[in-house]
C-alpha cells in the first residue's frame, strides 16, 4: 500500500454536499462522473495531498443507494494506492481475506479498482486503488 488515495462519503444530494465541501475545503470539485457500472455520480475534492471523494446513488440497487438504506449519510470506504493491484488481491486472498472482486475492474478518477469485504476488515469496506494502465 502506497497511500490513503481516497475516503469515500455517501451523499443522498451531491450538489447540496458539494456546496458543503467546497465551503469546508475552501476549493470546488475538480472532477464529477457519472460510473455507470457502479450505479453512482461521483465528485472528487482535492485538499492538499488529500482526496474527497462523494457518491451519490443513481439506481435504488447500487451499493450507495443500499449502504444509505441502513446508514445515515457519512463515510462508505476508505481507498488505497497500490502499484500492482491484481498483486494485492491475490496477496490477500493469500492470507485468507475475502475479496468482493478478485480481478480489477473500472472505476471513477482514471482508477482500476477492487474491493476487500467488510466482514474481513472490522465492517470497514477498504478499496484498492490503481491508476488505469496507459494505452500503447
Known amino acids: 500500500m ?14 447540496a454536499s458539494n456546496k458543503i465541501f467546497t465551503d469546508v475545503l475552501g476549493v470546488a470539485p ?5 460510473v455507470e457500472s457502479e450505479g ?5 475534492f482535492q485538499a492538499g495531498p488529500n482526496k474527497i471523494e462523494l457518491l451519490q446513488a443513481t439506481n435504488e440497487n447500487s451499493a450507495i443507494a443500499k449502504f444509505l438504506e441502513k446508514n445515515k449519510e457519512g ?5 488505497f ?7 494485492e488481491i491475490d496477496r490477500l486472498i ?3 481475506y475475502k475479496m468482493i472482486h478478485e480481478k480489477p475492474k473500472d472505476g ?5 479498482i477492487a474491493f476487500l469485504h467488510p466482514k474481513d476488515s472490522n465492517g470497514v469496506l477498504i478499496e484498492l486503488c490503481q491508476d488505469k494502465p496507459k494505452e500503447a
Open 94 to 96: 493469500g492470507l485468507g
Open 81 to 87: 494506492d497500490v502499484s500492482d493491484i491484481q498483486t
Open 40 to 44: 453512482v455520480i461521483t465528485s472528487f
Open 2 to 15: 502506497n497511500k490513503i488515495e481516497h475516503i469515500g462519503i455517501a451523499v443522498k444530494d451531491i450538489e
Open 108 to 112: 471513477a478518477d482514471g482508477k482500476i
Open 75 to 79: 463515510i462508505h470506504h476508505i481507498a
Open 30 to 34: 475538480y472532477k464529477s462522473e457519472a
